[in-house]
């Protein structure tokens, strides 16, 4: 038998705990705590145990809002939901408990059923959201992920200005040789150790992450001694707990002196120090200084040589395939570029992206390759050997600097071209900087007819909103990501998981960085859609990609339409928000609050509804019915909703006035919520979201189970 989900009801007044936990004890094991400080300490023993958190609002020691604030702050906390209570069932106290972070309010007194379904529903999608969260933590060591740990970083140098920091980053010698030699059991066990290593050096208060492979990184407030000997102590403790005599870590420290430096430059400078004492040896660790400036001379080199390397021609845009998986075409390709300099000879993109992007002279190459892309595209169309759309990266610099759509509007006017035959490709690291910019940004290039990747999923901050919100019309995952998931069995990783949430949010999914035949039927398997990588082709410049087409023509692997386009009706189709209400305002409201996330269908009774369900049944994400809608009604549009296959998962929130019984017999009927009217568009969106989520994690779970 399971063992019971935990609830953790924080409320001063007996009787509501006691009504509280008479409600929830058949089903649930119940903590109790009279204040927000008795909370936190129980949260400090039982962290791990608690699914859920009741709140109430108002108590002596701390209150709830203290309470929320504290919890809210801590990442070790902060994933735990809140479901806040409130003798008011005020617009206010429901918009003061969200602000803070509750993931949903409730009015006392307490309504057992509808209370009993929002916990449980909560408690669901806080379960798949960890699934989610991985992505914010490393999923071997539990640390945080690169993006995350930069991110971290960065609101403690801004939280704290006074306090001076060091950057300790650590690296494993012969990391590689490790896992061949010993197996990858032994070489996740070490990293493991490594990682707890980590957590313990930092306490209390500094923060650790896995940049990747072997690679740690620790932001601790300066002070500490730092010798050869603590260092070479530390080695030989990792190397004990797991039991593994040959392991040497070097420790690179960078004094954080400039505060404004990216996070990532401040690792880098950090890692430096251990290229530095990298075969030593005897030597454990080393301080960033002026002996290390080589490796910034070269990148000062190459910055200073930018701007002329562009006017002189020396970057060239190369090109690989993407394939299609169900027929093996060739449906797409990705523009990169490349540099040819004339004394240093063919540079790795990997050694003057990051710079560019850190400087900001990435727009300008970013123009670069657009315009060079589509001159080459309208060549090949010329010339009849290309029908397909290529993909071209746009930074976050393209994004949040300039008027980004009116350039690449004249851009594939200069040319000739349709929208639909450039892709964009947005890392889903750019949501993390300003998302409202972004997503304004990319809407506005989707109505005008592009397609929308997301670039590099799995690499690092991944999250549920950034699906949600951004609106793409292409997942394309990580090649990291890739290589990892496809070497565990499939039921033990998350990429059917991934591929069943873009089967739902109708998005093709692209695999890079494809090497093997194994990982290739591994994709296959999932129900991949399209896949790249060295397995099939390595980029190549232009002139030689164009005899690559002619002789994957020979072969059959360029037939006429072999493109995404024929497939552009469905992969660039947005989701539909249906809301069926006979007051036109509320629809307004609705329209504003959306309308950059969904297309939306409104209609002002039940055979105008009707007809809506029939026109967008595969496109429909959720619908918002009118508890007094004209026509039949409310009850007459569920019966049909959940009689009807194509429309049965399609979640249905009733609105109508706040009303104990509507609620009830709206959940009763099959409605994943029920909203009272009026009430602010910021709660109704949060429920919409909520409601969409629940449902994708739902279907993910059924879907195994259909086509058992």
């Keep these: 038998m399971l ?55 108002t108590m002596p020691v701390m209150d ?14 902060s994933t735990i939901p809140v479901i806040m209570t409130a003798q008011s069932d005020s617009d206010a106290d429901e918009a003061a408990a969200l602000a803070h972070g509750a993931e949903d309010f409730v009015a006392k007194p307490y309504k057992a059923e509808i209370l009993l379904n929002r916990v449980s529903n909560i408690i669901r999608f806080r379960e798949t959201a960890a699934m989610i969260n991985q992505f914010r933590f490393d999923r071997l060591t539990g640390l945080y992920s690169k993006a995350f740990f930069c991110q971290r970083v960065k609101e403690l140098l801004a939280q704290y200005p ?24 032994i070489g996740d066990d070490l990293l493991c150790e490594i990682a707890q290593c980590c957590r313990a050096y930092t306490e209390p208060d500094g923060v650790c992450g896995r940049l990747g492979a072997d690679r740690f990184a620790c932001l601790v407030e300066r002070g500490r001694t730092y010798t050869n000997e603590s260092f070479g102590e530390l080695g030989k403790e990792i190397s004990m ?28 400078r950090a890692m430096l120090a251990v290229q530095s004492i990298k075969g030593k040896y005897d030597r454990y660790f080393a301080v960033y200084n002026n002996s290390l400036r080589e490796g910034l001379l070269r990148q000062q080199a190459i910055i200073d040589s930018m701007e002329s390397a562009l006017r002189d021609g020396q970057f060239q845009v190369w090109f690989q395939p993407k394939y299609r998986i169900r027929d093996g075409q060739i449906a797409g390709a990705e523009a990169l570029v490349r540099w040819k300099h004339p004394q240093w000879g063919m540079l790795s993109p990997a050694e003057f992206i990051p710079l560019f992007e850190k400087n900001g002279f990435i727009a300008k190459l970013d123009q670069f390759v657009w315009e060079e892309t589509c001159r080459i595209l309208k060549t090949w169309e010329k010339k009849g050997c290309c029908d397909f759309p290529v993909s071209v990266n746009v930074s976050r610099a393209d994004i949040y600097s300039g008027d980004i759509t009116a350039l690449l509007v004249d851009i594939i006017g200069k040319y000739g071209l349709a929208p ?20 304004a940004v990319v809407s506005r290039l989707r109505e005008l007819g592009f397609m929308i990747e997301m670039d590099d999923f799995g690499s690092g901050y991944s999250s549920l909103n950034a699906l949600n919100e951004m609106p793409i019309d292409i997942l394309k995952l990580d090649m990291k990501f890739i290589q990892s998931e496809t070497a565990k069995p499939l039921e033990q990783g998350i990429l059917q998981f991934i591929m069943n949430l873009a089967r739902w949010m109708r998005l093709s999914v692209v695999a890079e960085g494809v090497e093997t035949r194994e990982q290739l039927e591994r994709l296959m398997e999932a129900d ?65 609050t959306f309308s950059a996330r969904f297309q939306i269908a409104a209609a002002p009774d039940t055979d105008g509804a009707q007809a809506l369900l029939r026109q967008y049944q595969d496109r429909v994400a959720v619908m918002l019915l009118s508890k007094s809608l004209p ?25 109508g006035p706040a009303d104990q019984n509507a609620e009830r017999d709206a959940l009763v009927s099959g409605a994943a919520d029920y909203a009272a009217k009026p009430r602010l568009q910021a709660s109704l969106a949060k429920r919409v979201f909520h409601a969409i989520g629940l449902n994708a994690s739902r279907q993910a779970r059924e879907q195994p189970a259909r086509e058992a």
């Design 420 to 439: 639909e035959q450039l892709h964009l490709e947005i890392t889903e690291s750019a949501y993390t900087e300003n998302p409202q910019q972004l997503i």
């Design 528 to 592: 991949c859609d399209y896949v790249q990588g060295y397995y099939f082709a390595r980029p190549m410049p232009a002139a030689d990609f164009e005899r690559f087409l002619s002789e994957e023509k020979l072969r059959g692997k360029l037939g006429k339409g072999a493109a995404p386009q024929e497939n552009s009706r469905f992969e660039r189709s947005r989701q539909v928000l249906v809301v069926a209400d006979e007051d036109q305002h509320y629809i307004r409201q609705v329209r504003k």
């Design 631 to 655: 026509g039949e009604g409310a009850p007459f549009l569920m019966k049909l909703i959940r009689q009807n296959r194509e429309l049965w998962s399609v979640p249905v929130i009733v609105t």
């Design 64 to 77: 709830g809002y203290a309470f929320l604030s504290i919890v809210k702050r801590d990442p070790a906390l």
């Design 162 to 185: 006074d306090r001076a920091y060091d950057m300790v980053c650590s690296d494993v010698e012969n990391f590689k040789l490790i896992n061949d030699m010993l197996g990858n059991k």
């Design 3 to 57: 063992a019971q989900k935990c609830i953790l009801v924080v409320e001063d007044n007996e009787i509501n705990r006691m009504t509280l936990r008479v409600l929830l004890s058949p089903q649930y094991q119940v903590l109790e705590a009279e204040n927000g400080q008795e909370a936190l300490d129980i949260l400090k023993e039982k962290k791990e145990d608690i699914s859920l958190i009741l709140l109430d609002s």
């Design 241 to 268: 707990l797991s039991n593994n005599k040959s392991v040497d870590i070097k420790w690179g420290i960078y004094p954080i002196e400039e505060r404004g430096l990216p996070v990532e430059q401040m690792c880098d």
